[in-house]
């Protein structure tokens, strides 16, 4: 029974995961616009203990169940969070968050 409660719960949570997508335009060079990204990764790493990692030009994250990555485009930067169902009450707090990260750094 407690299998069944826990896989019910997992396909709640993979089904309907919130995301939170943000597109910002910058006037950077590619290698700055990469190294602010970075520092917006670096200061979750040190802060809130996230691993990230980068695929291209996606820098791609993760913390407590939560997924994220920003794309690092030639006049914008991409976000895109998904969180899991216990961290949808904070959606409001972290997209806040983001934006004053971006407003830092960008």
């Given at each position: 029974?407690?299998?069944?409660?826990?896989?019910?719960?997992?396909?709640?949570?993979?089904?309907d995961m919130p995301?939170?997508?943000?597109k910002r335009s910058h006037t950077l060079d590619h290698a700055?616009?990469?190294q602010r990204a970075e520092k917006i990764a670096d200061?979750?790493?040190s802060e809130l203990n996230a691993h990230y990692s980068w695929e291209g030009?996606?820098?791609k994250l993760q913390h407590a169940g939560a997924?994220?990555?920003i794309h690092v485009g030639a006049t914008e930067l991409h976000i895109?969070?998904?969180l899991p169902f216990l961290l949808r009450?904070?959606?409001a707090s972290i997209e806040r968050a983001i934006h004053e990260q971006l407003e830092k750094h960008l």
């Amino acid at each position: 029974m407690l299998q069944g409660l826990r896989a019910n719960l997992e396909a709640i949570d993979n089904v309907d995961m919130p995301q939170i997508n943000i597109k910002r335009s910058h006037t950077l060079d590619h290698a700055t616009a990469r190294q602010r990204a970075e520092k917006i990764a670096d200061k979750l790493k040190s802060e809130l203990n996230a691993h990230y990692s980068w695929e291209g030009d996606h820098l791609k994250l993760q913390h407590a169940g939560a997924e994220g990555s920003i794309h690092v485009g030639a006049t914008e930067l991409h976000i895109q969070v998904k969180l899991p169902f216990l961290l949808r009450p904070l959606r409001a707090s972290i997209e806040r968050a983001i934006h004053e990260q971006l407003e830092k750094h960008l």
